[in-house]
């Protein structure tokens, strides 16, 4: 019994498996570092906080630099997380004007789409995301 026990904790700690509870509060905080930081329009630290394929896109669709396209990007500033929804490696953090997509990634929970407005039986529509 107590070999199984040692697996059991084992492979919890090498898969980086937490609570569903652990994995909303980090997203919850993602969220809201984000939304702090466009506050202070600290386009460095935004740019840190998206998934390299948004970074990528957002500078491919703008032709700048990370930091210029997103400080023009007109992303609705946010105070507020209402509402978190996890699904594995997925996330979604609704706030009160604003909807944030996030991956988890080994550095934590990055954005993937940002300024986003959900659209009646279509897609959310988002100022800046992913490929």
């Known amino acids: 019994m107590w070999a199984g026990l040692q697996v059991g904790l084992a492979v919890a700690v090498l898969c980086g498996c937490s609570s569903l509870s652990d ?6 905080a993602a969220a809201r570092a984000f939304e702090a930081d466009l506050a202070r329009q600290d386009n460095a630290a935004l740019c840190g906080a998206l998934a390299p394929g948004t970074r990528e896109e957002l500078e491919d ?3 700048t630099g990370c930091q210029q396209a997103i400080g023009d990007s007109d992303l609705p500033a946010a105070a507020d997380v209402r509402r978190v929804d996890v699904y594995g490696r997925q996330a979604r953090a609704v706030l009160d004007s604003d909807t944030l997509f996030l991956s988890a990634f080994p550095d934590g929970w990055k954005i993937t789409a940002a300024g986003c407005d959900p659209q009646p039986r279509k897609p959310y529509k988002c100022v800046v995301k992913g490929a």
């Open 23 to 28: 994995r909303e509060d980090a997203v919850a």
């Open 61 to 63: 669709s703008s032709k």
